[in-house]
């Protein structure tokens, strides 16, 4: 794993340089931890949309080869991949964005209601309100509408958990 991180970071590593070099802004060490962080948050928001869709499917087909929940069974297979999907989230992140350092603690119970928290505001409450938007006022398809979300909403969810979900405290 640690090998394929390095390949990741080192290309990332170069294409950030680059914009920054076009840009006329220096990259430090700082700034780079900082991509990086994000590009880790959007490796498990990638495997979590993957998650996601295949817990969904599962649920779902298992539910219509047992005959259960009848014409909800698409909305409980929503609420199962949700729930799976972030712990598989709130996990991953934990142990490879948002690392605590020596020194630091964290309460996991609370940082994980937080990144539920989190997940359901722009998940539910800010993309709900952004399609309306894409596809109502601005007539933008309702196929691309989730793409433009994405651009929004991650960043949003990235500060969130950085600054509120997985804050760490000092242990003195």
Not at 16 to 37: A, N, P
Not at 48 to 57: A, F, P, W
Not at 156 to 161: L, M, P, S
């Amino acid at each position: 794993m640690n090998f394929i991180w390095k390949i990741i970071e080192t290309i990332a590593g170069a294409v950030f340089r680059f914009c920054f070099r076009i840009i006329g802004k220096e990259y430090t060490d700082s700034v780079h931890e900082s991509l990086m962080q994000f590009v880790k948050f959007g490796i498990v928001g990638v495997s979590n949309t993957v998650i996601s869709y295949l817990l969904y499917t599962f649920s779902l087909l298992a539910m219509r080869q047992f005959g259960l929940f009848g014409d909800v069974d698409y909305l409980v297979a929503t609420v199962i991949a949700f729930i799976l999907s972030v712990l598989w989230s709130f996990y991953w992140n934990n142990k490879m964005v948002f690392v605590m350092e020596e020194g630091q603690s964290r309460n996991l119970w609370k940082a994980l209601i937080k990144t539920y928290i989190s997940y359901s505001f722009t998940g539910l409450f800010l993309n709900s309100i952004l399609m309306v938007l894409w596809v109502q006022v601005f007539h933008i398809s309702e196929f691309i509408a989730p793409i433009i979300n994405l651009l929004i909403s991650v960043p949003v969810n990235f500060i969130i958990n950085k600054f509120w979900a997985f804050k760490t405290e000092d242990k003195n």
